[in-house]
């Protein structure tokens, strides 16, 4: 995925984690509270000094240098995803009225707003400024700000007018406040997913540039952002670095959910143009910190005297408070894909554990959920409320949700691989592909069955190429084309490719974004998260089920009943999964022991720069 498809997912993960129910939160009795949790009541008490993960008295400097694949020519984030690349970093400039938690599952606290309130319908929410919150120019954060954002996102943004469809209007209050409206109640994450938004400055966009253009909301921009966030825009160079520096008078830095967090004086972004020239720049000290996401880089790719003497360190860090789904993702909006057989047999053809032995080293596990790793996954045969829930879409729904537990095939040796490919090549007969001449063709139009796997990123080569034999045994030509990272953008937002491997990652309490998933609202919407382009009635009464959950166990029961319809259709080939994120850093900072249970690493976030550590492994290059 490209950073810009990294970014919204995590946005939509970090909305997701919300309330199921009216909870027991840090609530006073006029009906404000500081923060609202899942897990019954929030951890933190109104008045709270700090996070107990973080470190009060990390030290404020050095340098964090990160790096990232491909370019960026944009620093608007009300067109990302839309219109140009966005730089990551830009982030740090802003800020959300709320704040998550990363020691609780589901729980956020007051950042921009001190405080909330909604009835117990969920029917709307207010949120209370905070009188001292300000633009990095001086200037209050005020009510008008958070409108004009609000509306700045949904006019520009059809991922955000999509996901907020159902608030119906943001109106100031009071002097300090902002109510959000519904369009019905019982929607219980709405009043939380409004305190994700990102606050934009009112008066600095209506504003005029230093040349004195107007500056508009609805195009791209290189020019330096203004926000509230603990850092500035320091210099940049589009397409290959930006470095941000931090904010020494600003606002917000005594702030419980600020106390030991954004430590470093300076983070910058680096920009190379493949993974492999990635890898390369880290060994060669021109970044500190990576994500490695390369079972083949994590065995053999750090065998070299900086990672042996100790001046370069790997540590994985477990995952706990997400699901995913990674997977080769069909285009069903293409006929060749819309029979559930033929997408099984390509699942028939794919020998994983052969798979994973050669080029994987044996690190991963097969996913066998939307929703894998969590107690939300789908197992066996359903029951009690979840059988229920299905009942009631009997007949519009497979059959074999009642009798058939999903399981992938497993190949491994040469006789499960002989049959499963046997057992490929009958469902493609039966869905009307027969073989002429070594191809797979339309048994009616004379048709060539050829699929086309879109990439960005040169590595997937290696797994590709790997799948591709099998496909060519069953008589399917193959190709893999990779592009670079915004053609790869434009083509997915246009819904122009074949086959493509994607990634939904899914909180503890999915929601409102299961529309976005596999909603049919979303199927044909440009630039859309239903990158499959599923359209079943049934889909979405079971996401709606999700949504309107009253407690806990509907919407576990509700969340296992989607999963397991959408396996039941084969709608991807699920991929491999690594319950770790695996890290790679030169040996220069420090973090907090233990760290917060969720959200790990948090590099920028929680780490600061060790001087003592620094004079042994060198101050980077």
């Given at each position: 995925?490209?950073?810009r498809?990294?970014i919204?997912?995590?946005?939509l993960l970090?909305?997701s984690?919300?309330?199921v129910?009216r909870?027991a939160?840090a ?8 923060g609202?949790?899942?897990m019954?009541?929030?951890k933190y008490?109104?008045?709270?000094k700090?996070f107990d993960?973080v ?8 340098t964090?240098r990160?790096?990232?694949?491909g370019?960026?020519d944009n620093f608007n984030?009300?067109?990302a995803g ?5 730089q990551g970093?830009?982030?740090l400039?802003?800020e959300?009225?709320t704040?998550q ?7 956020a606290y007051g950042?921009?707003?001190?405080a ?7 029917s709307s929410v207010t949120?209370?400024?905070?009188a001292e919150?300000r ?7 005020t ?5 004009f954002s609000?509306d700045?996102?949904?006019?520009n943004?059809?991922?955000y007018?999509?996901?907020y ?12 406040e ?8 019982g929607n219980?994450e709405?009043?939380?997913i409004v305190?994700?938004l990102?606050?934009?400055p009112?008066?600095?966009w ?8 107007k500056?508009?909301?609805?195009q791209?921009?290189?020019e330096?952002p203004m ?6 825009l320091?210099s ?8 941000y520096e ?8 005594e702030l419980?959910v600020r ?5 470093f004086?300076e983070i910058?972004f680096?920009?190379?143009r493949?993974s ?7 060994k ?9 996401n390369?079972a083949?880089n994590w065995?053999t790719g750090?065998?070299f005297?900086?990672?042996?003497d100790g001046?370069?360190v790997r540590?994985?860090f ?7 789904m990674?997977?080769?993702?069909f285009?069903?909006?293409?006929a ?7 997408r099984r ?11 994973n ?5 044996g690190q991963y596990?097969r996913i066998t959920?939307?929703f894998d ?6 197992s066996?045969?359903?029951?009690g409320?979840?059988k229920?829930i299905?009942e009631g879409?009997?007949?519009k ?5 009642f009798t058939?537990p999903?399981t992938?095939?497993v190949?491994?040796n040469p006789n499960a ?11 493609l ?5 027969e ?11 004379g048709e060539?069955?050829t ?10 080569e290696?797994?590709?190429?790997f799948y591709k034999?099998?496909?060519e045994?069953?008589g399917?030509g193959v ?12 083509r997915?937002r246009?819904?122009d490719?074949d086959i493509?491997t994607d ?10 974004e ?8 979303a199927?044909?919407?440009p630039?859309s998260?239903n990158?499959?382009?599923i359209k ?9 089920q999700?949504?309107f959950a009253k407690?806990?166990?509907d919407?576990v029961?509700?969340?296992r ?10 709608y ?8 770790f ?11 907090p022991d233990p760290m917060?249970?969720y ?6 976030e929680?780490w600061?720069?060790?001087a003592?550590k620094?004079k ?6």
């Amino acid at each position: 995925m490209t950073m810009r498809r990294l970014i919204l997912v995590a946005g939509l993960l970090c909305a997701s984690l919300v309330a199921v129910h009216r909870p027991a939160d840090a609530q006073s009795t006029d009906g404000w509270r500081n923060g609202v949790s899942l897990m019954g009541e929030p951890k933190y008490k109104d008045g709270f000094k700090r996070f107990d993960y973080v470190n009060p008295d990390a030290p404020k400097g050095g340098t964090a240098r990160l790096a990232a694949q491909g370019g960026f020519d944009n620093f608007n984030m009300a067109v990302a995803g839309v219109k140009g690349q966005l730089q990551g970093g830009v982030a740090l400039v802003y800020e959300q009225l709320t704040q998550q938690a990363f020691d609780e599952v589901s729980t956020a606290y007051g950042l921009l707003a001190e405080a909330l309130k909604y009835p117990d319908d969920f029917s709307s929410v207010t949120y209370r400024l905070r009188a001292e919150a300000r633009w990095q120019d001086g200037k209050p954060v005020t009510p008008e700000d958070v409108i004009f954002s609000f509306d700045a996102f949904k006019a520009n943004s059809p991922m955000y007018a999509f996901y907020y469809q159902h608030v119906t209007k943001a109106e100031k209050t009071g002097e300090h406040e902002v109510t959000f409206t519904f369009d019905q109640p019982g929607n219980r994450e709405l009043p939380q997913i409004v305190g994700q938004l990102t606050i934009l400055p009112k008066h600095w966009w209506e504003g005029t540039t230093p040349d004195g253009k107007k500056r508009n909301i609805s195009q791209t921009t290189l020019e330096p952002p203004m926000g509230s966030g603990p850092y500035r825009l320091k210099s940049f160079d589009a397409q290959r670095n930006a470095v941000y520096e931090r904010v020494k008078d600003y606002w917000g830095k005594e702030l419980p959910v600020r106390v030991g967090t954004n430590n470093f004086d300076e983070i910058r972004f680096e920009y190379f143009r493949d993974s492999t020239v990635l890898l390369e720049a880290f060994k060669g000290d021109q970044y500190d910190f990576r994500v490695e996401n390369s079972a083949k880089n994590w065995a053999t790719g750090y065998d070299f005297p900086a990672a042996k003497d100790g001046r370069v360190v790997r540590e994985e860090f477990s995952e706990r408070a997400t699901g995913r789904m990674q997977a080769f993702a069909f285009n069903l909006r293409r006929a060749k894909f819309q029979d559930q057989r033929v997408r099984r047999a390509f699942n028939l053809a794919f020998d994983f554990e052969e798979m994973n032995k050669q080029i994987f080293f044996g690190q991963y596990q097969r996913i066998t959920s939307f929703f894998d790793g969590t107690e939300l996954a789908s197992s066996a045969l359903p029951q009690g409320r979840e059988k229920d829930i299905l009942e009631g879409l009997r007949g519009k729904i497979p059959e074999s949700v009642f009798t058939t537990p999903y399981t992938n095939p497993v190949g491994g040796n040469p006789n499960a691989v002989r049959d499963n490919l046997r057992e490929a090549d009958r469902l493609l007969k039966e869905a009307g592909w027969e073989i002429r001449g070594n191809k797979r063709v339309n048994a009616k139009t004379g048709e060539a069955m050829t699929v086309e796997f879109l990439a960005y990123d040169p590595t997937s080569e290696r797994y590709v190429l790997f799948y591709k034999p099998s496909l060519e045994r069953l008589g399917i030509g193959v190709s893999l084309r990779v592009v670079d990272p915004s053609q790869y953008e434009n083509r997915m937002r246009d819904f122009d490719f074949d086959i493509t491997t994607d990634l939904w990652a899914q909180s503890l309490s999915p929601g409102n974004e299961q529309r976005d998933f596999w909603g049919s609202k979303a199927a044909d919407r440009p630039g859309s998260r239903n990158t499959l382009g599923i359209k079943d009635p049934a889909i979405d009464a079971l996401i709606d089920q999700i949504i309107f959950a009253k407690n806990r166990e509907d919407l576990v029961a509700a969340t296992r009943a989607l999963d397991r319809v959408l396996l039941a259709h084969d709608y991807v080939v699920p991929q491999w999964t690594y319950n770790f994120t695996r890290t790679a850093r030169w040996n220069r900072f420090g973090r907090p022991d233990p760290m917060p249970k969720y959200g790990a690493p948090l590099f920028t976030e929680l780490w600061w720069w060790d001087a003592e550590k620094a004079k042994k492994t060198g101050a980077g290059k």
